[in-house]
């Protein structure tokens, strides 16, 4: 059966989302290259020893002190004090109730009726789903003393989820739509000695829907959020909670006052153009006043610029904005390992007195991305390549401010720093400007996404342009903020029937085109993404952006055996592209699971059947099926599901940094998990312990890599094997005359060394070479390692990788330990299997007497001598039927067996298979050996099957898992079944065995398992 069906909503989109517009898009092949060989050498590379993951931990305990002792200094503020600092009264505890019927009248909200408990902001909360529309009030009472002559009182919000109408002593001030940008009223008139303040919040459903269904609303919200502590309603997913999410304070300020600061550098021209929004509160002009400018440097100390005085002729009633351009002749760039800060320190000055000032700290570096040269979308930061590398964040950073907790806060920046990130996601959101001062002050770049997910409604289009200016105004000055993007994972509004509902492709692209002018008039030089994951591209302008998750929702994007030989999905002629996300799930480690989760999710003991069914929003139940087998108990499952996730994380990760020269941006989802099974595709949990994964993530991200590719990891003895060595550095430096040392060798012993000379290229992806070497003699099967270390030109190692692969030993080494099995052949198909596993067989027709085992691949061969064939099983003989994948779903040949009708039907390509272990023929198999078959004809991995058995009375041997399935476990979907007729075996195989019989020892083990019974009689093959 098809898979078809997904109770994830984020899986359906996965699986049902594909490009549907192909044009300008291609298929991206692998780079082409001319094959050179290593030549063997006499040097050996070092041994690659393999460290335990309690070392890893423990050595990213101390990496993570080292760190924070690096970036401590550029934390400080060593700028002298502001000579005016505004008055502010924080406006923290609340009195909180959701609307109710009896509110129709309003003045019991302003009185304070009803049952109100006490919160304190920030405040985030459900409900969600189906009961996310909702309204609740947030009431405070306070006082204010009087308000001196020449100020205004302004009440600041610095983020209310999603729109809030504000009341002040039952007078309403205003009203503001909109989850992350900050916004505020003039309060002065308002104010009284004692004051009741209301906040009336409304959430509604999100523009993407609730939960996959048809339901939708206005609410600008993707798919990611601070969440909340409980289990069942915040944990998961990061759900569309509404609330004061944020401060809120009453703010004294002059009658002529600094709004905002905005300090545009120019590095190539060593000036800065600084933007000063000044407000005049009153109904007047206000003349003759100074602007007095300074740049000081705050995290070090340095030379600055002035201050320097600017005379204002007048300053009409409301919003001013004043710009002037300042020569910086000495300055320090901002780097990601070196994050100089300065500050732009503006001043009101009325005469010689200062009546207003405020800071804005800022970066001198320049980020932009080429649109000249093709392929377009080259990346340059301050005039040097760079390719962004890093991860997606959904809450944890956003909790650490709503909590108070900078130290945890900086800890998850340099989590990544650690990882060899150099830029954070902040997925489908802006959040609290907190999070961006840290990312200066700790070199880690960021792209800020408009919160819009697949959809945009049609009548929230200006709304959305709207917030598009609020977003750029919040981030603007930070030079850590790099790129944004406005949608999240586009669809197309015809396949989800929207058309009714939201702005099809083409009103989408006017979106693109009006919000990217919007932000234009707030920050000229913003570098923008259309689209982050287009499932309907391609976009008119900018950085194209694909998600793929083809080791999750199983080839999403690409499949996976391109993707590892060096295929791209499609991207849009002459361009570059982006990859926003990708990744697999792993579970929280048993400590955490045991600690935080609810009871009723965990088994009482360890040993207990246990599925991660019983964790709310996990995936794993649900995809784990494609990748990996079933488990039975929760310390099972968390070490199979972490492998896979490691796995995953090498193989995609890899195939990304092949690719630099296409692929200019990468971003695993995600790092950090908010909550405990929160998203948990994070490399970290909630409690902060990496998961395997993360280690992986770090390896693959080493900036200057030595790195082995090939299709084959299970190969014979005495084969050729090609391992193909690559060159990554993701460094704006070059390195000369480099040396690549390789050594073939076990856990006992070297079997030969290989060299080859090179030199590495900034900013580069390279194929260096192939080592290739014959495949030693190996008893059995056995591990072999080919080490390969990087040397620079004064021998010193900049990196090094090891490639593990299996040997197995040929069967014709062992022909006395085989029992003499007869084996006839019914056909060409069959013919031709038998002698790709070297067993000697017969032409069915030519046996004088009943064949021990029988080879059976053409279905009208079969009709011809159904009874002498079954005949021969009942008195003891084991047939072997190959089926083959049926053209449609209503077209599936049947195979009649005595009453016994068996076909195939559809299963989508998948490219690892359980097995059932206990049973002869497989009791000597590992977990992985049907997993990842070679393909010859393609020469890559390819999938390992297409198509599963139907058959009444089949024992299934080789087995797929149906997608979902009930608490005690899922269905299984047989690929190779078995069925007894008589004192015989009848074996059903529909494995596709074109291009893989032959070159896959596992899979050839198996087969001549059955037809000459070897491990029945228990000898190896």
């Known amino acids: 059966m098809e898979q078809t069906k997904h109770l994830d909503p984020f899986a359906e989109i996965a699986f049902r989302e594909h490009p549907g517009n192909k044009d ?11 094959k050179t060989y290593f030549v063997q050498g006499s040097d050996t590379a070092k041994e690659i020893s ?66 109100w408990e006490t919160v304190t902001v920030p405040d985030f909360r459900g409900p969600t789903g189906e009961n996310g529309k909702w309204t609740g009030f947030y009431r405070n009472e306070f ?69 996959g269904t048809k339901l939708d609303g206005d609410k600008m919200y993707a798919a990611t959020g601070p969440g909340w502590d409980d289990p069942y309603g915040g944990w998961n997913h990061c759900p569309p909670g509404a609330g004061i999410y944020n401060a809120v304070y009453l703010e004294q300020r002059n009658e002529l006052f600094i709004q905002d600061i905005f300090v545009r550098p120019n590095i190539d021209e060593a000036y800065v153009e600084v933007w000063i929004d000044a407000i005049n509160t009153t109904n007047q002009l206000m003349e003759n006043f100074e602007l007095q400018l300074e740049l000081i440097p705050k995290n070090f100390a340095g030379q600055g610029v002035g201050p320097i005085s600017f005379q204002v002729a007048y300053a009409g009633p409301g919003v001013n904005y004043f710009r002037y351009k300042v020569d910086f002749p000495s300055f320090r760039l901002w780097e990601p390992d070196t994050p100089f800060i300065y500050i732009a320190r503006v ?58 907790n900078y130290e945890q806060l900086v800890d998850d920046i340099l989590i990544a720093k650690a990882a060899h990130m150099n830029f954070y996601r902040i997925t489908q959101r802006p959040v609290q400007e907190e999070i961006y001062d840290y990312f200066d002050m700790l070199g880690m770049m960021h792209q800020c996404d408009l919160p819009t997910f697949g959809f945009i409604r049609r009548n929230q289009f200006v709304e959305g342009v709207r917030q598009a200016a609020e977003m750029e105004r919040l981030i603007r000055s930070h030079p850590s903020s790099v790129m944004v993007s406005l949608i999240n994972e586009p669809s197309r509004t015809e396949k989800r029937r929207k058309g009714h509902r939201h702005l099809h492709r083409n009103e989408l692209e006017a979106f693109f085109v009006a919000a990217r002018q919007a932000i234009y008039v707030e920050n000229p030089d913003r570098v923008v993404k259309n689209a982050d994951g287009d499932y309907n591209p391609p976009t008119r302008e900018g950085l194209p952006d694909f998600h793929c998750y083809t080791m999750w929702y199983t080839n999403n994007g690409i499949a996976l055996g391109k993707l590892h030989k060096g295929f791209l999905p499609p991207i849009r002629e002459g361009w570059k592209a982006g990859c926003g996300e990708y990744g697999t799930e792993g579970l929280d480690n048993a400590q955490l699971m045991m600690s935080r989760y609810p009871k009723e999710w965990v088994p009482q003991n360890a040993d207990d059947r246990w599925m991660p069914s019983k964790i709310k929003g996990a995936q794993t139940f649900n995809m784990h099926g494609d990748w990996y087998a079933e488990q039975q108990t929760m310390q099972d499952w ?19 940094r092949r690719r630099t020269d296409l692929v200019v941006s990468t971003a695993i989802h995600l790092l950090i998990d908010a909550w405990p099974a929160g998203w948990m595709k994070a490399l970290v949990g909630a409690d902060r312990i990496p998961k395997p994964a993360y280690f992986t993530y770090k390896q693959c991200l080493e900036p200057i890599r030595i790195h082995l590719r090939c299709d084959r990891w299970k190969v014979y003895e005495g084969e050729t094997m090609e391992i193909e060595a690559w060159l990554l550095n993701d460094t704006a430096k070059s390195y000369e005359n480099c040396r690549i040392i390789a050594t073939l060798r076990d856990d006992k012993k070297d079997y030969g060394s290989y060299e080859m000379s090179g030199r590495v290229q900034q900013t580069s992806s390279r ?10 003699s190996v008893e059995d099967r056995q591990i072999l390692y080919l080490d390969a270390c990087l040397l620079d030109d004064q021998g010193s190692v900049l990196n090094s990788e090891r490639f593990a692969f299996e040997a197995f030993a040929k069967r014709k080494r062992f022909p006395k330990q085989v029992k003499s099995f007869k084996t006839a052949f019914m056909d060409a198909e069959s013919e031709l299997l038998c002698s790709l596993l070297e067993i000697d067989a017969k ?45 449609s779903g209503s077209d599936s040949p049947v195979w009649d067996f005595d009453g016994t009708e068996v076909k195939t039907a559809k299963l989508k390509e998948t490219y690892t298979l359980a097995t059932q272990a206990e049973e002869p023929c497989l009791q000597l198999t590992k977990p992985d050996d049907f997993s990842y078959f070679y393909h010859l004809k393609n020469d890559r991995i390819d999938f390992i099957a297409n198509c599963h058995l139907i058959g009444e009375g089949l024992e299934p041997l080789v087995f797929a898992y149906h997608p979902q399935g009930d608490p005690t476990g899922k269905g299984k979907l047989p690929v190779v079944g078995v ?20 070159f896959n020892p596992t899979l050839d083990r198996f087969l001549i398992s059955i037809l000459t019974g070897a491990e029945r009689e228990g000898v190896g093959v």
């Open 50 to 115: 393999v460290l335990s993951y309690e070392t890893l931990v423990s050595v990213f305990q101390h990496e993570l002190q080292l760190l924070r002792m690096k970036y401590r200094p550029y934390m400080r503020n060593l700028a002298p004090p502001a000579r005016v600092n505004r008055n502010l009264k924080p406006c923290s505890e609340f009195q909180f109730r959701y609307q109710t019927a009896e509110d129709a009248d309003f003045s019991q909200v302003l009185e304070g009726l009803g049952e």
């Open 767 to 776: 194929y260096a070479g192939t080592v290739r070497f014959s495949v030693p």
């Open 24 to 34: 300008e898009l291609r298929e991206i092949p692998p780079i082409a290259y001319e």
């Open 143 to 211: 006082t204010y003393s009087p308000v001196p002559n020449g100020k205004r009182v302004y009440l600041v919000f610095k983020g209310v989820d999603y729109k809030a109408t504000v009341y002040l002593n039952r007078k309403c001030i205003g009203s503001h739509e909109g989850f992350f940008a900050p916004f505020e009223f003039d309060v002065t008139d308002a104010l009284q000695e004692n004051n009741i303040l209301v906040v009336e919040v409304h959430n509604d459903y999100p523009m993407m829907g609730v939960g």
């Open 638 to 656: 968390i070490k199979a599901s972490q492998a896979h996730q490691s796995l995953a994380t090498k193989l995609m990760t890899d195939a990304w």
């Open 843 to 887: 032409s069915y027709d030519r046996f004088e007497e009943n064949a021990d085992s029988i080879v059976v691949a053409n279905r009208e061969a079969f009709v011809r001598n159904r009874t002498s064939i079954l005949d021969n099983v009942k008195h003891g003989a084991t047939a072997m039927f190959i089926l083959g994948r049926p053209v």
């Open 979 to 998: 069925k007894t007729l008589g004192k015989g075996q009848i074996y059903f195989v529909c494995l596709p065995l074109s291009g893989r019989v032959g």
């Open 347 to 404: 001043e009101v000055k009325n005469g010689s007195e200062c009546v207003d000032s405020r800071d804005r700290a800022f970066g001198m570096r320049k980020f932009h991305m080429d649109e000249q040269e093709a392929p377009k979308g080259t990346l340059y930061l301050n005039n040097q390549p760079i390719v962004l590398r890093g991860a997606n964040e959904m809450g944890h950073l956003q909790q650490c401010v709503m909590q108070n």
